[in-house]
């Protein structure tokens, strides 16, 4: 897993392209609706995935106690899980962030790949999922 100081570079890259408005020097994995996946320069096995500011120091430690708690009984319930770690910093104005580390995957492995490259094999993946999570979570 990469270290504080590895974590740290990354935000502070995500602080200087939003100053700058221009991501064009971030190593950008992926964006989704909420997140950047960003890879680390220091250690580039690993994704990082960039969640909004959160209101409170305590607010960041819930939310990353929740996402773990959640992803230990998936675990637990015989769902096979890609290695995550939730990690909380300081961003350049002091505001709690959340990062979600995982090892950065193929990508010809990810649902989105496959989708642009056969929609009707990306189908069957998507449900085999949540075939699968349904399967284990309960109320």
Do not use: N
């Amino acid at each position: 897993m990469i270290g504080e100081d590895d974590l740290a570079a990354v935000e502070r890259g995500v602080h200087q392209a939003l100053l700058a408005g221009d991501v064009s020097r971030l190593p950008l994995l992926g964006e989704g609706d909420i997140s950047l996946v960003i890879r680390s320069d220091s250690d580039p096995a690993w994704a990082c995935k960039r969640l909004p500011p959160f209101p409170s120091a305590e607010a960041a430690d819930r939310y990353a106690a929740t996402v773990l708690r959640y992803l230990t009984e998936l675990a637990r319930r015989g769902i096979e899980l890609v290695e995550t770690d939730v990690r909380r910093v300081a961003g350049a104005d002091g505001a709690p962030l959340v990062y979600c580390v995982q090892p950065v995957l193929q990508p010809e492995t990810l649902a989105v790949e496959i989708a642009r490259r056969d929609p009707a094999g990306a189908a069957a993946v998507i449900g085999d999922v949540v075939d699968a999570v349904l399967a284990v979570v309960d109320a």
